[in-house]
């Protein structure tokens, strides 16, 4: 089932999630004031059973509706900590797993709804978890996503692309990924995109599973 996943890198995004856990929260609080109304905006599309990718620490938690059936995977057991201990708190009813996107486990047209926010700049081979979540959702449901992507302009394109090995190392999030493209090869049908924040950077995409890759 692992068979072609880039172990290395996959290995290298863990440990570099894992040494920045303790910091995650502290660092992105001031964009997260921000980040919370995104946050909400993607939730409200969520239905049925649902799986979030890439819990990180927990920052969508106070989103999840009420009663609602979460199940979360997470790469980097040390951010996975921080949402138990979140979860917690909060009291959310959540099913958490340490796991990775790019191999679910779960099986085919499982999840009414599969959310994920800010995760698939990081994902070493972004088409293949996209195309896992293709398999796990069902036909009739959503896959919902809040990333930030790769400014579409020729200076601050570039200078993305420069700056991009340099972020990766330190915070393990590639800043140039075109994810709206990788959504549209990984066989999902958009259904709408909004476009948000400075420059149009960050991109909230609701799409359907597509039957090219994703079901048989
Ligand atoms: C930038 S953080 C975002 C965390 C959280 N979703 C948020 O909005 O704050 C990216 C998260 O994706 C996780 N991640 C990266 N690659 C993953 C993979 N292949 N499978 C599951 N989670 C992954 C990282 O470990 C990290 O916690």
């Known amino acids: 089932m692992n068979s072609g996943i880039d172990l290395k890198a996959t290995a290298q ?3 570099r999630y894992n040494r920045i856990a303790r910091f995650y929260d502290l660092i992105e609080t001031a964009s997260e004031r921000r980040f919370k109304l995104w946050r909400e905006k993607l939730w409200s599309h969520a239905r049925g059973d649902i799986l979030e990718v890439g819990v990180g620490t927990g ?3 106070p989103c999840h509706r009420r009663g609602a059936n979460v199940t ?3 790469l980097a057991d ?3 900590d921080r949402a138990r201990e979140r979860a917690r708190q909060l009291g959310t009813p959540i099913d958490l797993r340490e796991g990775d996107v790019q191999a679910l486990e779960f099986p085919d047209n499982y999840f009414d709804t599969a959310a994920a926010t800010f995760v698939f700049c990081s994902v070493p081979d972004p088409i293949r978890g996209l195309r896992a979540l293709n398999r796990v959702v069902k ?3 959503r896959i919902l996503l809040l990333e930030h992507v790769r400014i579409d302009r020729p200076i601050i394109g570039r200078l993305m692309d420069l700056l991009n090995p340099l972020i990766v190392r330190v915070w393990g999030a590639n800043i140039n990924r075109r994810t709206v493209e ?3 090869r990984a066989g999902l049908e958009i259904e709408s995109i909004e476009h948000l924040g400075p420059m149009q950077m960050v991109k909230l995409i609701v799409a359907r599973p597509g039957g090219e890759t994703g079901h048989s």
């Open 13 to 15: 995004t863990k440990a």
């Open 59 to 61: 920052k969508n938690f």
């Open 72 to 74: 979360g995977i997470e």
């Open 78 to 80: 040390r951010m996975l």
């Open 139 to 141: 036909p009739d449901g």
């Open 182 to 184: 990788n959504v549209k």
